[in-house]
């Protein structure tokens, strides 16, 4: 198994994006979401543009390319991760995780609408043994969501990211399509991120500040480098070579990451009903990404990969 395989690409966006849930922690509190989400992808727009010079790699594209690569940052980089950080700002986390996982229905929804994509009933039951496991593992915080308060705005804003990221997706594989490479497409695609954020926190009159503090920084770093260029890179090259059905499982799986490492470093408890909901998880991974022996038949190819 290679570093650009499917399973390996679906391990590595997994792996990190379940252990970006506690740096995030450490993002939250003196700087304002909108500058936080606005300095990540500068920053990893910087390192990435740093490592395409030094490979080699051409940042040079027309404005048609630009015009989507800014779609691409609009939706991806910027929008969706600010919905995010509002969300948690109303709901808690683990309600915002149930949110997200919905992308394995509209991504597939929205592949149909852009592409023509077959719809498979498969990858439906998978998504729905994917959700309603993340729900048993989040149960607690579900209920308490329940009970009324600020959670509805938090799930307004949950359920939004979860369709910008879906409508980014969709552009990420139409940039794909159109021979645009990855990762120095994700440079430019990130600074705009990053520009669109600064200016919605100007436009909304959140006042810049810094954390300079060890925690904020080091946190910071790890979400540009790994939360953002490695793991985007590694996901939009599964989507590229999977398909959007099969590679939003991603953001079914990154939770029950993140609940491991919890486990590990905040005490997080186990209860039957949450193990059962990996289970199920589980068994919706292994439905989503086996092998559609079908699909192979019929001489459908996936998008070559072109990092």
């Known amino acids: 198994m290679t570093l650009r395989?499917?399973?390996a690409l679906f391990a590595i966006a997994t792996a990190i994006w379940g252990s970006t849930w506690l740096a995030i922690k450490f993002q939250l509190g003196v700087v304002a979401p909108e500058w936080s989400v606005a300095m990540r992808f500068a920053l990893a727009a910087l390192l990435l543009a740093g490592w395409c010079a030094s490979t080699r790699r051409s940042l040079r594209f027309d404005a048609h390319a630009h015009a989507f690569l800014a779609l691409q940052g609009l939706l991806l980089f910027g929008l969706n991760y600010l919905a995010v950080y509002w969300a948690e700002q109303y709901a808690t986390s683990g309600l915002v995780a149930v949110l997200f996982s919905t992308i394995v229905f509209m991504n597939p929804i929205g592949a149909r609408f852009a592409f023509g994509?077959?719809?498979?009933?498969?990858?439906?039951v998978a998504g729905a043994l994917g959700v309603a496991g993340v729900a048993l593992l989040f149960l607690p915080e579900l209920?308490?969501?329940?009970q009324g308060g600020s959670a509805a705005r938090g799930i307004a804003f949950g359920l939004a990211s979860t369709a910008i990221a879906s409508a980014g997706n969709i552009v990420a594989m139409r940039n794909h399509a159109a021979r645009i490479p990855i990762m120095s497409g994700n440079v430019w695609a990130m600074a705009y991120?990053?520009?669109i954020s600064a200016l919605i926190a100007?436009?909304?009159g959140s006042p810049w500040?810094?954390?300079?503090r060890a925690p904020y920084l080091v946190s910071l770093v790890y979400l540009a480098l790994f939360g953002s260029v490695v793991a985007f890179g590694a996901y939009l090259t599964l989507l590229a070579r999977v398909g959007s059905a099969t590679g939003s499982y991603v953001s079914v799986v990154t939770p029950i990451v993140a609940m491991l490492l919890s486990t590990l470093f905040e005490g997080y408890r186990w209860t039957p009903v949450a193990a059962f909901g990996v289970v199920l998880a589980v068994a919706g991974n292994w439905l989503a990404l086996a092998p559609n022996r079908r699909k192979r038949r019929k001489g459908v190819t996936p998008l070559a990969p072109e990092l």
């Open 209 to 212: 500040a810094i954390d300079w």
């Open 117 to 124: 994509t077959p719809l498979r009933a498969r990858m439906f």
């Open 5 to 7: 395989s499917p399973p």
């Open 202 to 204: 100007w436009v909304i």
């Open 143 to 146: 209920t308490q969501a329940g």
């Open 193 to 195: 991120g990053a520009l």
